[in-house]
């Protein structure tokens, strides 16, 4: 069921779980702000999850009210990752869904980080 992507932020939600440390996830890079890990049904050859370690909601909560430094450290962790896992020559792609016409699923904010081939399309045609 997707999520609305404003509050009030459910504590019991997946990734605040893996953050609290009550369910193990494959860790690929953590900083004072940001932790990224495998999606647990990659969609990609290389499919990475990058969250704030803050109470975020959503893309619409985040950019509205997480601190410079915790923005900063989300989006240099993506940057950073894709350099030292070697995806900045062939390229990827990142992506947030945000609310319910993006079909978020996870109500902690997440950016997807997808690589190892070409993406195709944008958007998946859908019937809306
Ligand atoms: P979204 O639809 O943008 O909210 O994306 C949620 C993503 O979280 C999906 O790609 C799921 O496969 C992924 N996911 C759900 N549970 C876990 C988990 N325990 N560990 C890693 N990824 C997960």
């Known amino acids: ?40 049904n990659p969609q990609a050859a290389s499919h990475i999850l990058i969250i704030p370690k803050g109470r975020h909601i959503s893309f619409a909560d985040f950019s509205a009210n997480a601190s410079d430094a915790e923005i900063a450290g989300l989006i240099r962790a993506v940057g950073h990752i894709a350099r030292i896992l070697g995806f900045d020559d062939a390229g990827y792609r990142i992506l947030a869904n945000m609310g319910e016409h993006a079909g978020q699923e996870v109500p902690h904010f997440h950016i997807h980080l997808f690589a190892g081939h070409p993406l ?5 045609r859908s019937a809306g």
Do not use: Q, S, W
């Open 1 to 40: 069921m997707p999520v609305k992507g404003l509050g009030p932020y459910d504590d019991t939600n997946i990734f605040a779980r893996i953050l609290r440390g009550e369910i193990p996830c494959r860790k690929v890079y953590e900083n004072d702000h940001a932790l990224a890990f495998h999606d647990i």
């Open 120 to 124: 195709g399309p944008m958007l998946a």
